[in-house]
């Protein structure tokens, strides 16, 4: 398995290849210590790691003392190779997507997986909510024609579109479902900033029932809220066409 992607899903690119630092409670809740992701514990990608048998994806950038057997992690925090929760503008970005899978393609690549952008306006950094949805949602309909493009024009390879849109979405609109105490309500009493990591002076404390929330810090996820979405993302529900990623592993196992 190979992962490209943003923040989200950065395993400790970010950390290994620019030297960023990240301080407690990050990954208080899994590692103990921070281990490179921006979450108080395991990302949605390690979650749907274990669900496969896999080990968590080591960091491309971390040359020490991994692995690349079962595949690696290309995702970057700021990145923009694939559907970002950072910073969107459809046509741009599908075009971006669009070149990187055709590479992958051309590198071999047959089983894609693509997910498209989660709600923007629902994190709290979110200047203006409804404003941010919208363009999330105009450029996951791209995307899905994109999608649907590849398939036809791809040979031999199979091309999944995730919803994760829905798939988040659903954790704030379903919060009493999944056991968060209040919609919005964050982990860290902050709003991310790149300057001003978590953890660090003059930020503030983390509340102690991390489990309880959705959002880690203002844009990033808890580990309770990225157990959920890999199990959503697990169960094809929300995947065009519906294909299990166990199946796609199962037909091509290392």
């Known amino acids: 398995m190979f992962n490209f992607g943003d923040s989200n ?18 990954g208080r809740r899994f590692f103990g210590k921070p281990s490179g992701r921006f979450s108080d514990g ?5 979650f749907i790691c274990e669900r496969l048998g896999l080990d968590h994806l080591s960091p491309y ?5 991994v692995s690349f057997r079962h595949g690696a992690n290309f995702a970057v925090a700021g990145a923009m190779t694939g559907a970002g929760e950072s910073s969107i503008v459809p046509a741009i970005v599908t075009r971006r997507i669009r070149n990187a899978l055709t590479m992958v393609h051309e590198a071999g690549g047959r089983k894609l997986v693509v997910y498209n952008t989660g709600p923007l306006g629902l994190t709290t950094r979110a200047a203006s909510p409804a404003g941010h949805n919208r363009v999330a949602r105009a450029f996951n309909a791209r995307l899905g024609r994109l999608c649907s493009d590849l398939r036809a024009e791809l040979a031999n390879a199979t091309v999944v579109c995730v919803d994760m849109y829905a798939v988040k979405y659903g954790l704030f609109a379903n919060h009493t479902e999944h056991a968060a105490d209040g919609v919005l309500r964050r982990a860290v009493q902050y709003n991310y900033e790149a ?7 003059k930020v503030k404390k983390a509340c102690a029932d991390g489990d309880r929330r959705i959002v880690w810090d203002g844009l ?3 580990e309770a809220a990225n157990r959920i979405v ?11 066409p519906p294909l299990q990623l166990q199946t796609l592993c199962d037909s091509h196992r290392f």
């Open 61 to 65: 950038l971390e040359s020490s003392g």
């Open 9 to 26: 899903s950065d395993t400790g690119n970010l950390v290994a290849g620019a030297g960023f630092r990240l301080h407690r409670p990050v």
């Open 220 to 222: 990033h996820y808890t």
């Open 42 to 46: 395991r990302l949605y990608i390690d």
């Open 195 to 201: 300057g001003k990591a978590c953890g660090s002076p």
């Open 230 to 240: 890999a199990d959503k993302v697990m169960s094809a529900e929300y995947s065009d």
